[in-house]
T-cell receptor, first 114, second 113 residues
Framework: DAGITQSPRHKVTETGTPVTLRCHQT?????MYWYRQDPGHGLRLIHY???????DKGEVSDGYSVSRSKTEDFLLTLESATSSQTSVYFC?????????????FGDGTRLSIL | KQEVTQIPAALSVPEGENLVLNCSFT??????LQWFRQDPGKGLTSLLL?????REQTSGRLNASLDKSSGRSTLYIAASQPGDSATYLC????????????FGKGTHLIIQP
């Protein structure tokens, strides 16, 4: 949807290793978001971006950093992965005015930290 | 802090029934409310978006209503089909576009053939 590609789609790694997830969009949308989805919690916002090099924290930002050097790419980095960061990660984009446009979501990245 | 609650958490009904999914939110100062569908192992698909100034939106067999003052929304599905089986998520936009959505935990819907 809206040309959003998340990579990798699945990843298994060990505690303490760095991990970077990539979100690529082809719609030239201004806003981009990273959410995590966990049983019992639903989707929660990690970080968001409102333009190139403009980012801010969401509800559950501890342990995560983001970067956006180009409109089309939004990277999420776990500097030192922990088991509590095992989750499904979704990227979303939003173009145009906020009130009348839906967010578009990628298919998610399933991340397991052992 | 905005909180979104969806009731019921799970629902199983026979094919052909009309059904209602409920969503409530604690802060009525919203920009919009969105209903999404999520199939297992997949991302979210936007179904309907209701702006804060609107009362309802319709798409095919789906109708969503919004009562902002009471902090409630309903998603009505007419003549349910097995293909409607999925998890339905309600989300509100409270800040501007930069703030992201606040989601409920979803209603897991099963339509029995």
């Amino acid at each position: 949807d809206a040309g959003i590609t998340q990579s990798p789609r699945h990843k298994v790694t060990e505690t303490g290793t760095p991990v970077t997830l990539r979100c690529h969009q082809t719609e030239n949308h201004r806003y981009m978001y990273w959410y995590r989805q966990d049983p019992g919690h639903g989707l929660r916002l990690i970080h968001y971006s409102y333009g190139v090099k403009d980012t801010d924290k969401g509800e559950v930002s501890d342990g995560y950093s983001v970067s956006r050097s180009k409109t089309e790419d939004f990277l999420l980095t776990l500097e030192s992965a922990t088991s509590s960061q095992t989750s499904v990660y979704f990227c979303a984009t939003l173009g145009g005015g906020a009130s009348n446009q839906p967010q578009h979501f990628g298919d998610g990245t399933r991340l397991s930290i052992l | 802090k905005q909180e979104v609650t969806q009731i019921p958490a799970a629902l199983s009904v026979p094919e052909g029934e009309n059904l209602v999914l409920n969503c409530s939110f604690t802060d009525s100062a919203i920009y919009n409310l969105q209903w999404f569908r999520q199939d297992p192992g997949k991302g979210l698909t936007s179904l309907l978006l209701i702006q804060s100034s609107q009362r309802e939106q319709t798409s095919g067999r789906l109708n969503a209503s919004l009562d902002k003052s009471s902090g409630r929304s309903t998603l009505y599905i007419a003549a349910s089909q097995p293909g409607d089986s999925a998890t339905y998520l309600c989300a509100v936009l409270t800040g501007g576009g930069a703030d992201g959505l606040t989601f409920g935990k979803g209603t897991h819907l099963i339509i029995q053939p």
